[in-house]
């Protein structure tokens, strides 16, 4: 009967496959892909900011640790990126994402407020975590949900967004040391760091809005229940 089963659910599976992957690339999907690659932008910022910063941080650092501020967040992330997998599979794609946006905000607050090179250093690796494995099922996600025409262009956007988040970190970093150069050792490099956390509680909160991964849904047999595609949105919002 299983074997039945499963050979009586699998046209209409494939018939939901080649409904998503001929959908209209609508605007809403272009909100998701942006959204979900928050973490690359944050993964540019974080791995540029840290070069801002780093002659400013008051510490007495010795070599290791001013090595691993500048590379903790990359080894951070690789950890993440590997970690994230089994977890994702087993819950989801969006309860992830909404995690590691909460998880990179509280790691950027913690920088900002640091009070010893101990803690600045547990934060750094804190939001490389987030940052890895945000960058891993960002991938995902969008080839998830994707029409097949456009997933290409959807997933270069994780690329482009940890390019904006690099040239974002310098500007801003510019802006604060201009602004306000006697503090540059003082609350100038704690803000720099801090306002990473601004993009992460957006993402945060726009996040718990996002519709789950349709593929995932469907490899675990929650399709359907009274979750609407992605597309459903998108053509309301054209």
């Not at 407020?113 to 975590?129: C, F, H, K, P, Y």
């Not at 987030?130 to 959807?154: K, M, N, Q, W």
């Not at 349709?214 to 053509?235: S, V």
Request: with cysteine; aromatic share 10%; proline share 4%.
């Amino acid at each position: 009967m299983t074997t039945e089963s499963k050979e009586e659910q699998e046209p209409e599976r494939t018939g939901v496959l080649a409904d998503l992957d001929s959908q209209v690339t609508t605007s809403f999907y272009w909100y998701l892909a942006v959204l979900s690659c928050i973490g690359g932008f944050l993964f540019g910022y974080d791995t540029a900011v840290i070069g801002s910063v780093l002659d400013f941080i008051p510490y007495d650092l010795n070599s290791f640790e001013t090595g691993y501020l500048v590379a903790g967040a990359s080894i951070g992330a690789a950890v993440g990126a590997l970690a994230a997998g089994p977890f994702t599979d087993r819950y989801g794609r969006k309860s992830l994402l909404i995690i590691d946006a909460l998880i990179y905000a509280v790691g950027a607050i913690l920088s900002a407020v640091t009070i010893n090179d101990v803690m600045l250093i547990a934060s750094r690796t804190l939001i490389g975590l987030a940052v890895g494995a945000d960058s891993a099922i960002a991938t995902a996600y969008i080839a998830e949900f994707a029409p097949r025409s456009r997933r290409g262009s959807l997933m270069i956007m994780q690329q482009w967004m940890i390019t904006v988040g690099i040239f974002v970190s310098y500007l801003l970093a510019i802006l604060v040391f201009k602004i306000a150069p006697d503090s540059a050792t003082g609350a100038d490099w704690r803000i720099i760091l801090g306002l990473g956390a601004v993009p992460a509680v957006i993402a945060l909160a726009l996040r718990t809005k996002m519709p789950e991964s349709p593929r995932w849904l469907m490899l675990n047999e929650r399709y359907g229940l009274g979750i609407e595609r992605p597309g459903k949105d998108g053509e309301k919002g054209r």
